[in-house]
């Protein structure tokens, strides 16, 4: 009797709120509007997925331990560039440069970190799978860190031996030089191949094993790197409460009508959507290519390079089954389409994080979205987007907008 009751109350209070709110939203959002305002809410962040490929994803003692080798620049042929270097913590873990420079400089911006454990594909071209095989990429990067992972190992020896083999048992002894010389990778580097090519396979399997140990304590850490709340988010939580006097206090008009414009015509959502405002997936938006630099066909290339690469979920050094390699065996792996197509960013915290694209070919948000107005065709492959014939003042609302996707501080 008593849950009947309490029922009914909720019933009651419920459909009230909802003919209420019908109300006093009619004029401004639609039903279908609210429910993608949901769907890029922050509150709609489902919990993060386990990453069955790396068994210590979710260890403390490796996200200790990662955040100590994130920013640890030893690691790097010249003792000054570690992770840290150019994903900043206080730059939203980017560095604000159009090219990123470590110790040479890359062909591409770098990009953030926050909520890229959510991501199936790292890179602007997705050609790693999971977080640590990423980090694997910039460590013997020849102008990133530009080291190999057998300096590598000798450090971890050196200066983390307790905190590795309280992770991950015991640490096989590198201080041999005959048999472990530096450098020595399997990498485009002729020393660094010839020296690895001399090694024993049990030798040269102890070393990977090492560095892939490593590559997993870095993701650990950075499964804890997220976005905030922003005042787009609490605009949303008014208007799911029904306060439309609360969100107009959070917005301006100007804000209010640019995300409108997000949401309509300007259909952004195609691409940026879900609560960190991308489809994590590739799409050939017809950006220049930057003269200087070697032809970059994005995702064509990074579908091949992913497949192939030694560290993937399907990998002997993956903890996952295969069947949880889904994203990888079912993957599109060519077409058209992948031509030039490069992985939609995040927008939380864009207006930060200017210049924008992957070669950081717009240094600004009015260039961005000129871009977007005008369509122009790709200069490889074909752009999906469309002419969207919007006046500057819409664009500026949409600029408006995506300024309130800055966590607040
Ligand atoms: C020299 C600057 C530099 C250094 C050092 C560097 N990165 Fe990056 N990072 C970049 C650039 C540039 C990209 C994009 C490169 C590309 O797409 O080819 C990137 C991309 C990434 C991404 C992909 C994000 C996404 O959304 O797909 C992650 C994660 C990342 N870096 C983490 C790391 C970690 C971990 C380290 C250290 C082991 C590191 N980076 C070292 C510049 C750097
Ligand atoms: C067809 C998919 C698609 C649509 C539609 C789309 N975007 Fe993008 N967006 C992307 C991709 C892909 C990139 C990265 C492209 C690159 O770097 O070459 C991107 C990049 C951006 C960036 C730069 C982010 C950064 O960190 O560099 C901004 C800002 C942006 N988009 C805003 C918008 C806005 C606003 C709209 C609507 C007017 C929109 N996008 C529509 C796919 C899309």
Redesign the pocket.
Known sequence: MKKYILLTGIFLTLSAGILLGCSAQASLWSEAEVELMRSLWIGSLPELPPDPSNQFADNPRAVALGAKLFSDTRFSSNNEVSCATCHIASKDFQDGLQLAQGVGTTDR?T??IAGTAYSPWLF?DGRKDSQWAQALGPLESAVEHGGTRAQYVKLIQEHYKDEYEALFGALPDFSDESRFPVPAAPIDDDVAAANWAGMTEADREAVTLVYVNMGKAIAAFERTIMPGESRFDLYVEAVLANDISAARDIFTADEEAGLKL?LNE???T???NGPLLTDND????G?PAVADLPEDT?RARGAQQVLADEFNCLSKYSDATPEDCKELRFMLAEGEELER?????S?RD?AN?A?????G??AT?EE??SH??NAPDAPNGHS??EV?NLSDAQLQK?MAF?KTLTTIK
């Open positions: 911006r990009m953030p602007w997000f300007a259909n952004c195609r691409c940026h590739f799409h050939n938006t950006v994005g197509a490069f992985k939609a960013p927008l864009v994080r210049p924008f694209m992957h070669a070919q717009f948000l961005v979205l977007y107005n999906e987007l969207l949409i995506l």
